[in-house]
T-cell receptor
Framework: EDQVTQSPEALRLQEGESSSLNCSYT??????LFWYRQDPGKGPEFLFTLYSAGEEKEKERLKATLTKKESFLHITAPKPEDSATYLCAVQANSNYQLIWGAGTKLIIKP | DVKVTQSSRYLVKRTGEKVFLECVQD?????MFWYRQDPGLGLRLIYF???????EKGDIPEGYSVSREKKERFSLILESASTNQTSMYLC?????????????FGEGSRLTVL
């Protein structure tokens, strides 16, 4: 069964303390892996798409990486405004619809 | 900027009422989606549409129906609301052919059914 698991559920960091969020997936052939950011009371906002193992994408303090089993969202020297829930979704070759993880709630304390 | 607008941010309805959630996008996207989001669960797909007049069931269509009479508008209908339909409802659109691709979401409609 196709599945996406995100860990940890929640992560509290001090401002400037770098860390990583994990998205593990099991799908029968990966078509693409997506990262979104969601602020409280708002809809998710697209961040990155990764298509093949070894691929990396960067945006400001965020870098997403992909292996054959998981993706990491690395956050370097985070600021309080990076606080949000980060969602991972996977699209399999066999099913064009997205399979979503439950998200990681990131809190950055000043 | 792509804008996806959901008509109601917050709604409170009674059990058995008919509920309409409307969604409009302004970027001429072919694809539109309705998801619901509940704490601790990933987004779950209710219905989607890849073309006007076309609709397809997602993973949890029971208790819901949709309408897409115009390309820019995709409505979600709860024929007879129940308490287990209390949730955040998210509408999204995308341009990619053959799949969701990069999704653009609305701000969500938080529905409470009493």
């Amino acid at each position: 069964e196709d599945q996406v698991t995100q860990s940890p559920e929640a992560l509290r960091l001090q401002e400037g303390e770098s860390s990583s969020l994990n998205c593990s997936y099991t799908v029968s052939g990966l078509r693409g892996l997506f990262w979104y950011r969601q602020d409280p009371g708002k809809g998710p906002e697209f961040l990155f798409t990764l298509y093949s193992a070894g691929e990396e994408k960067e945006k400001e303090r965020l870098k997403a990486t992909l292996t054959k089993k998981e993706s990491f969202l690395h956050i370097t020297a985070p600021k309080p405004e990076d606080s949000a829930t980060y969602l991972c979704a996977v699209q399999a070759n066999s099913n064009y619809q997205l399979i979503w993880g439950a998200g990681t709630k990131l809190i950055i304390k000043p | 900027d792509v804008k996806v607008t959901q008509s109601s941010r917050y709604l409170v309805k009674r059990t058995g009422e008919k509920v309409f959630l409307e969604c409009v996008q302004d970027m001429d996207h072919e694809n539109m989606f309705w998801y619901r989001q509940d704490p601790g669960l990933g987004l779950r797909l209710i219905y989607f549409s890849y073309d006007v007049k076309m609709k397809e069931k997602g993973d949890i269509p029971e208790g819901y129906s949709v309408s897409r009479e115009k390309k820019e508008r995709f409505s979600l209908i709860l024929e007879s609301a129940s308490t287990n339909q209390t949730s955040m409802y998210l509408c999204a659109s995308s341009l990619e052919t053959g799949g969701p691709g990069e999704l653009f979401f609305g701000e969500g409609s938080r529905l409470t059914v009493l």
